[in-house]
């Protein structure tokens, strides 16, 4: 096989090069269907949190996974560590405009393949219980503390 004078050879695959413009390098596929990337703010921080439920389906795949960033909150199913979500494939996605989540948990007793219960706490002090299988939102609570807050 032909070689270049540094011993490498021609016919080798790149994963990266660097040009005058910056660095390029190959993705995964986890890393280029990222959702949408959240801009700097060196102000303040976007903590993100992550929830799991095991909702013990019959397909084996039953663990949920669920985790915002910044004014958006996404439910996926979770496939273990060694292979990656679909990320542009989110079972449930919602974007919030006037506040956003800061923590969310599943309610774990009452979780099955067909329902689950996911509260989610906002940052101007709203409650919010929904259901991401169903896409339906139940109730909201504190919703006078978003108006109180603003005043």
């Known amino acids: 096989m032909a070689t270049e004078g540094g011993g490498k050879e021609m016919n080798e ?13 190959q993705l995964q596929h986890s890393e280029y269907s990222r959702p949408n990337r959240v801009p700097f703010n060196s102000q303040g921080s976007n903590p993100v949190r992550v929830s799991f439920v ?21 439910f996926y199913i979770y496939k273990g560590v060694r292979k990656a979500a679909d990320l542009s494939k989110p079972i449930d996605k919602r974007i919030y405009k006037g506040t956003q989540p800061t923590c ?41 503390m978003a108006s109180s807050w603003r005043a």
């Open 54 to 74: 095991n909702l013990n389906d019959q397909s084996g795949n039953g663990d949920r996974l669920c985790f915002n960033v910044g004014r958006e909150l996404y």
């Open 13 to 25: 695959i790149k994963t990266q090069f660097t040009t005058r413009e910056g660095l390029y390098k």
């Open 104 to 144: 969310h948990d599943f309610n774990h007793l009452t979780a099955t393949a067909e329902s689950v219960s996911l509260l989610v706490g906002f940052s101007a002090g709203q409650v919010q219980l929904i259901d991401p299988i169903k896409k339906e939102t139940s109730k909201l609570f504190n919703e006078e």
